[in-house]
């Protein structure tokens, strides 16, 4: 089974703020990874997929970079919506997905 | 606009049944391939079962696999998820989610709102 870890498990950022949060598969994943926003009390958003494609609607601030078993989440200039908890999810063993443990984003 | 509900959550007793629904629309429902997610309270998120388009495959996660059963009905926009011998670690709420294929790489695009189950005596 693919597992997938996240750093850090939470953040302290400011609105502004340049924020990257990253993801590791344990095995090689090439481009099957998913990033994903969840708000309290509501259902996750796709934010990119294949690693570094932006899902219709979403920010530009918002972009994915990494290939093989490393990458990274990267917010520009963090707004006071971004403040979520946010996970990767490998599909490369599709549709056997595994989801990160995410990480919580909160306000400094 | 895509909208996926959910029902059929509530609170069971351990080894129990309980079967869920999830009512699609704004798509074609009969092209996608849909998902169960699960999160338990304060906990990430766990896929838990998907089903091709026309139910020509169907996946379970090692956890519930002999335990639930994932079926669809195309004619009535629907996706359903039998649970049963239900245990306290099934307590989470369930997403109904769509399943997004482009160029070869999967993800889920539009979840439902969920529904909580609660296995508890």
């Known amino acids: 089974d693919i597992q997938m870890t996240q750093s850090p498990s939470s953040l302290s950022a400011s609105v502004g703020d340049r924020v990257t949060i990253t993801c590791r598969a344990s095995q090689s994943i090439s481009s099957y990874l998913n990033w994903y926003q969840q708000k309290p009390g509501k259902a996750p958003k796709l934010l990119i997929y294949?690693?570094?494609s932006l899902q219709s609607g979403v920010p530009s601030r918002f972009s994915g970079s990494g290939s093989g078993t490393d990458f990274t989440l990267t917010i520009s200039s963090l707004q006071p919506e971004d403040f979520a908890t946010y996970y990767c999810q490998q599909s490369y063993s599709t549709p056997e997905f595994t989801f990160g443990p995410g990480t919580k984003v909160d306000i400094k | 606009e895509v909208q996926l509900v959910e029902s059929g959550g509530g609170l069971v007793k351990p080894g129990g049944s309980l079967r869920l629904s999830c009512a699609a629309s704004?798509?074609?429902?009969?092209?996608?391939?849909m998902n169960w997610v699960r999160q338990a309270p304060g906990k990430g998120l766990e896929w838990v079962s998907s089903i091709s388009s026309s139910s020509s495959y169907i996946y379970y996660a090692d956890s519930v696999k002999g335990r639930f059963t994932i079926s669809r009905d195309n004619a009535k926009n629907s996706l359903y998820l039998q649970m049963n011998s239900l245990r306290a670690e099934d307590t989470a709420v369930y997403y109904c989610?769509?399943?997004?294929?482009?160029?070869?790489?999967?993800?889920?695009?539009?979840w439902g709102q969920g529904t909580l189950v609660t296995v508890s005596s």
């Open positions: 989610a769509r399943d997004k294929y482009h160029s070869g790489y999967d993800s889920v695009d539009y």
């Open positions: 704004g798509f074609t429902f009969s092209s996608y391939s």
């Open positions: 294949a690693a570094s």
